[in-house]
């Protein structure tokens, strides 16, 4: 089992940046595929990025390519998010999570969830 939790989120204006991070604690961070996802209020959990168990493979969603990048330290048990060029739309709260199967852009896929982080994109 592997313990999340999420940090870095806030307050930003249009066209900032913020870096979230989610560090694990349990079992070998390295076995677990990971990803990021947010949920916006009245609105379904949806994908924002995925990343293979070495690092070597990245997703992203349509929505965000281009201004955010997911990176791991497996030495470090992070993952991170560098979000660039906010929007008001990428106002959610953020989640990390862990999988077992293969990379994927389903929530269901993934066991383990952090608690989130929120953040907030207002001029």
């Known amino acids: 089992q592997v313990q999340l939790v999420e940090s870095g989120g806030g307050l930003m204006q249009p066209g900032g940046s913020l870096r979230l991070s989610c560090v694990a604690s349990?079992?070998?961070?390295?076995?677990?595929?990971m990803g990021w996802f947010r949920q916006a209020p009245g609105k379904e959990r949806e994908f924002v990025a995925d990343?293979?168990?070495?690092?070597?493979?990245?997703n992203y969603a349509a929505s965000v390519k281009g201004r955010f990048t997911i990176s791991r330290d497996n030495a470090l048990n992070t993952v991170y998010l560098q979000m660039n060029s906010l929007k008001p739309e990428d106002t959610a709260v953020y989640y990390c999570?862990?999988?077992?199967?293969?990379?994927?852009?389903?929530?269901?896929?993934?066991?383990?969830w952090g608690q989130g982080t929120q953040v907030t994109v207002s001029s």
């Open positions: 999570a862990a999988s077992w199967n293969p990379t994927s852009v389903a929530a269901s896929s993934y066991e383990y």
């Open positions: 349990g079992r070998a961070f390295s076995i677990y595929n």
């Open positions: 990343i293979s168990r070495r690092g070597g493979s990245t």
